[in-house]
């Protein structure tokens, strides 16, 4: 019903499993920046014509155009975006943003253990054009449901960017005292803060160095 607006820019959201290394997110991003500048240099050599400005990685962080998370960045070391900002529309003489995208995506293709790859060429959207929700009391049944409507959605033409929104989160390590703990004067706090201290640190003490404040943490 509206007419699709493309922007001067390209961009690629890339969503790891959460807890992937910022280095991991990082290398899988400059993988895909230079697929990217590749199509685009291709591109720029068959029209003998500029196209590209400039690229731009952004690690830990997903600034969306659009979309129900518009202008609310979302964070953590497993995302990553990469821009590839395009000369004017009106000067890209038979090449629009939308043709760079599909070569790009092309290029790219699968990235082993990724839990989402998209790409975007629109300067607005209403929507995805193909969106379905399901529900089911059972998690594992639920993920395996979803796992075939996607393998099906996959054999349409043109269907691609498929994804789905579960991001399983980071393990995690429960205590519990036993029922005699308390009467001995531990309490589920120094549990807690002896397991920190012993993977993370504690401070023993601030050092001034020059402007800076410096932690000096024990394990």
């Known amino acids: 019903f509206f007419p699709r607006v493309?922007?001067?820019d390209v961009e690629c959201y890339l969503t790891m499993p959460a807890g992937t290394p910022a280095s991991r997110t990082l290398a899988l991003a400059k993988q895909i920046e230079k697929a990217g500048i590749d199509v685009i240099k291709e591109l720029e050599e068959k029209y003998d014509q500029p196209l590209l400005k400039?690229?731009?990685v952004m690690l830990g962080v997903h600034q969306a155009r659009h979309g129900p998370k518009a202008g609310v960045?979302?964070?953590g070391s497993h995302l990553a975006q990469v821009t590839l900002q395009l000369v004017p529309s009106e000067q890209r003489k038979g090449v629009s943003a939308a043709a760079i995208v599909r070569k790009w995506r092309q290029r790219v293709g699968q990235i082993p253990?990724?839990?989402g790859i998209l790409f975007q060429s629109e300067l607005f959207s209403l929507g995805?054009?193909?969106?379905?929700?399901l529900s089911l009391r059972d998690e594992k049944e639920l993920l395996q449901v979803v796992e075939e409507v996607k393998k099906e959605l996959a054999k349409f033409p043109g269907v691609h960017d498929i994804e789905d929104s579960f991001l399983p989160?980071?393990?995690e390590i429960r205590f519990k005292l036993r029922p005699g703990a308390r009467s001995l004067g531990v309490?589920?706090?120094?549990v807690a803060r002896a397991v920190r201290h012993a993977f993370y640190g504690a401070e023993a003490l601030r050092v001034q160095r020059r402007e800076d404040e410096v932690q000096v943490l024990v394990r």
Do not use: R
């Open 113 to 115: 253990g990724a839990e």
């Open 128 to 133: 995805k054009p193909i969106e379905i929700a």
């Open 73 to 75: 960045p979302t964070q």
């Open 54 to 56: 400039y690229s731009l």
């Open 187 to 190: 309490t589920l706090e120094d």
């Open 169 to 171: 989160g980071k393990d």
């Open 6 to 8: 493309e922007a001067d």
